[in-house]
């Protein structure tokens, strides 16, 4: 059954970046941090990276994220999604108008401009036919950035979510969460290293 995960790396104090984000400055001042884990020889870092990306049928993402992935100082063979751990997952990006030109061309690009719930659908698909053709379960994740990712939790299209709770404070920057509806989450999994807390939680649909 495919699935449809949020998965992002946080401060201690809610940011997904620190400030200053940009294309020319991914992670924002300091945001580098976040993703420490990410390139650590820790083996629970590691099975975090590669069974995440093993999952991924389908990849989510707002166009600012985009926008830094594919801007010339984003994605490489060393840094792209899951580098080195699996095959390229189908990539859907969320946005008003595509780009006029694609750097990243050797990566599978669908841009949706009617909005994330149909991003979303368009993801589940790709995600169902890849679990098909793999025979296995593969599931849509959502990397991001933070507002697509609370987007689509208060819009009730989120499964689960994985935080990857990184040890240190940035005092500014995008944050994840800025309101919506409270939500209730189901703690299925607490692991600690040296780098960051792996957290995953089941996310409950809100009764109306």
């Known amino acids: 059954m495919t699935r449809i995960i949020a998965d992002i790396s946080v401060s201690l104090d809610g940011f997904v970046t620190g400030p200053d984000p940009g294309p ?15 390139f650590s020889d820790d083996p629970d870092d590691r ?9 991924s049928g389908a990849v989510v993402l707002g166009r ?3 926008d830094v992935v594919d801007g010339p100082n ?24 595509p780009p006029e ?12 401009t009617t909005g994330l719930p149909d991003a979303v659908t368009v993801a589940r ?3 169902e036919a890849a679990s098909s053709d793999s025979g296995k379960d593969l ?7 933070g507002a697509t990712i609370g987007s689509a939790i208060d819009a009730g299209l989120v499964d689960a979510l994985t935080l990857h709770l990184a040890p240190v404070v940035l005092g500014a920057g995008t944050p994840l969460f800025t309101g919506g509806a409270p939500r209730t989450l189901v703690q299925r999994n607490v ?6 807390t792996h957290l995953t939680y089941d996310v409950l649909p809100v009764i109306r």
Do not use: C, I
């Open 24 to 38: 020319d400055n991914g992670l924002g001042t300091g945001g580098e941090a976040l993703h420490t884990w990410a």
């Open 47 to 55: 099975r975090f990276l590669r069974e995440g990306t093993a999952r």
């Open 64 to 66: 600012h994220l985009f």
């Open 74 to 97: 984003g994605w490489d063979d060393k840094t792209g999604y899951g580098a080195g751990e699996v095959g390229k997952p189908a990539f859907v990006v969320v946005t008003s108008s």
């Open 101 to 112: 030109s694609v750097r990243l061309t050797d990566l599978d690009w669908t841009f949706v």
């Open 125 to 127: 698909q790709r995600a």
């Open 139 to 145: 599931d849509v994740v959502l990397m991001g950035g």
């Open 191 to 196: 692991t600690s290293t040296s780098t960051a």
